[in-house]
């Protein structure tokens, strides 16, 4: 499975930005997709995910009630819809697919750059 994120960029505090993840080649073996995020000098987060089958969806708390994913199956693409973003969201956004029901990702994709000002 290979992934492309795009839709990264500037935006100021409380504004808005869609995230999107297009996935090629064994799309079929997905459980889950997800985005994750990166500060710099910090860890990967996870922020949330998509079960394939159900459709159920996880947030971090961070993001909740602000951000949601969402996909278009005929486009084999994950969307994140970032509302009312902090600039603590700024980060390297990454999108990520599982190939199991535990939802741990196996492919990753590139990062797309998320910068929120003040």
């Known amino acids: 499975v290979q992934l492309q994120a795009s839709g990264g960029g500037l935006v100021q505090a409380g504004g808005s930005l869609r995230l999107s993840c297009a996935a090629s080649?064994?799309?079929?073996?997905?459980?889950?997709m997800g985005w994750f995020r990166q500060a710099p000098g910090k860890e990967r987060e996870f922020v949330a995910v998509?079960?394939?089958?159900?459709?159920?969806?996880y947030y971090a708390d961070s993001v909740k009630g602000r951000f949601t994913i969402s996909r278009d199956n005929a486009k084999n693409t994950v969307y994140l819809q970032m509302n009312s973003l902090k600039p603590e969201d700024s980060a390297v956004y990454y999108c990520?697919?599982?190939?199991?029901?535990?939802?741990?990702?196996?492919?990753w994709g590139q990062g797309t750059q998320v910068t929120v000002s003040s």
């Open positions: 990520a697919a599982a190939r199991t029901v535990s939802l741990k990702m196996n492919y």
């Open positions: 998509e079960r394939w089958s159900g459709g159920t969806t």
């Open positions: 080649g064994r799309t079929s073996s997905r459980s889950g």
